[in-house]
């Protein structure tokens, strides 16, 4: 399973990342909205963006690292293979947005509505998810370790072979969410509503179940 991953990942970026368009760059500087501009591999590092519109705008391998992106809107927008760790991304609309093997480690994402976004091999270790809106998200091979999704709406998230060590799902909803393969050690579940989830071949390691029981399961 682990080589399938490595494999998609390099088969996701071997081609290379078009050159965005300056006009658009300093568009968005300027005015902070940007509606389906080419952005593509710019470095947007630690830029203040709260509040910005780039709806269907084109981020595909761009540099978001550590920047202000709270509240803005990124709705269906490209964002494969981007760079978004550190980023604050609390309460942004990413409904329908692209993400495969984007770089979301140790990013802000509370409260945002990711909503069928997809997120395929993306790394969200040590992010912050708490009643974020994942229903729906194609989650398949994430890393979520340590991530908080503490109250974070996930019915019918795909997540099959998925890591999740040490994630916290308290009072989360995983509503017919599939698990299958999904490592869970060490994860918290307490208060989760996992009904009709597919735990199918999860590895359930030192993991807290809704009810508070413990299970070591496929250790």
């Not at 992106?69 to 490209?78: G, N, R």
């Not at 974020?132 to 979520?144: E, G, I, P």
Request: net charge negative.
């Amino acid at each position: 399973m682990r080589f399938a991953q490595i494999a998609w990942v390099i088969v996701l970026f071997s081609t290379e990342v078009a050159a965005f368009e300056p006009a658009h760059l300093t568009q968005l500087t300027n005015t902070h909205e940007c509606f389906n501009c080419d952005l593509s591999g710019a470095d947007l590092s630690g830029a203040a963006l709260k509040g910005a519109d780039l709806k269907l705008a084109n981020l595909k391998g761009a540099q978001l690292e550590n920047s202000n992106l709270k509240q803005s809107t990124l709705a269906e927008a490209e964002l494969t293979g981007a760079n978004l760790s550190g980023t604050n991304l609390e309460g942004a609309n990413l409904w329908y947005g692209k993400l495969q093997a984007a770089n979301l480690s140790n990013s802000k994402v509370s409260e945002a509505n990711l909503f069928a976004a997809d997120l395929k091999g993306a790394n969200l270790r040590f992010a912050h998810l708490k009643g974020a809106n994942l229903s729906n998200a194609n989650l398949q091979f994430v890393d979520l370790t340590l991530a908080q999704l503490e109250m974070a709406q996930l019915l019918l998230a795909d997540l099959t072979g998925a890591t999740l060590k040490d994630t916290n799902f308290e009072g989360a909803n995983l509503l017919g969410a599939n698990l299958e393969a999904a490592d869970l050690s060490g994860a918290i579940l307490r208060n989760a509503n996992l009904t009709g989830a597919n735990i199918e071949k999860a590895i359930l390691c030192n993991t807290t179940m809704p009810d508070g029981h413990v299970l070591y399961v496929r250790c």
